[in-house]
């Protein structure tokens, strides 16, 4: 059985570096089969990160769950240990110039209004 661990890296990473530590992370697995052999390959271009897959076969699907826990655990580390960011989300904010001070525009409106 086939299992997948997704991890986005950092565009300031060295590609063939991210690729041979995930790959060596599941190679030195215990439950991770030599025969097919683990693969790591860039799945696409995200917002914040270069996507990755780290694929591994097992041989047993009862294993399932625990290999890909070690695995999420273990590659975290070996991509730390190398000095390779798994970015998060970051948006920038442009803020156009407005017709009113920026402090009309974004403070909250006091609800003095009363029918009389």
Known sequence: ??????????????????????????????????????????????DSSVDCQLLAWIPNPEYRIGVLADLYRNVWYALQEARIEIPFPQHDLHLRSAAAPLEAVISPKSDDTTDT
Do not use: C, K, W
């Open 1 to 46: 059985m086939r299992v997948t661990v997704e991890v986005g890296v950092s565009y300031d990473s060295e590609m063939d570096r991210v690729l041979e530590v995930l790959t060596n992370t599941a190679a030195v697995h215990p439950l991770v089969l030599d025969d097919p052999a683990p693969e790591a390959r860039i799945v696409g271009f995200g």
